[in-house]
Nanobody
Framework: VQLQASGGGLVQAGGSLRLSCAAS????????MGWFRQAPGKEREFVAT????????YYAASVKGRFTISRDNAKNTVYLQMNSLKPEDTAVYYCAAASRSITTTRMIDYDYWGQGTQVTVSS
């Protein structure tokens, strides 16, 4: 089982990026998926999650209204659309698949993790 995150890069403040996370090895259509991020010298933190059943979403307060998580179960892929990016959004972004279908912000609930993709926002 592998989660492959992509789409990171360097962008100016106010810009947008779209991250993708493609899963292989098994289907995660019934599992909650999430995005987390880790900035240099800081702990990994929750960003967004989407449920595996009724496609409910939940966001960290710091990104709500700017980021949108979505999924395409036919492609076994989850996305994170990031708009109005700020320098404080600079981090390595990780996608993860949970062992449950309900949205969760807890890292302990996620069994599979991608390798991370770097997002750098310049001021």
């Amino acid at each position: 089982v592998q989660l492959q995150a992509s789409g990171g890069g360097l962008v100016q403040a106010g810009g947008s990026l779209r991250l993708s996370c493609a899963a292989s090895g098994r289907t995660f259509s019934g599992n909650a998926m999430g995005w987390f991020r880790q900035a240099p010298g800081k702990e990994r933190e929750f960003v967004a999650t989407i449920s595996g059943t009724d496609v409910r979403t939940y966001y960290a307060a710091s990104v709500k209204g700017r980021f949108t998580i979505s999924r395409d179960n036919a492609k076994n892929t989850v996305y994170l659309q990031m708009n109005s990016l700020k320098p404080e959004d600079t981090a390595v972004y990780y996608c993860a698949a949970a062992s449950r279908s309900i949205t969760t912000t807890r890292m302990i609930d996620y069994d599979y993790w991608g390798q991370g993709t770097q997002v750098t926002v310049s001021s």
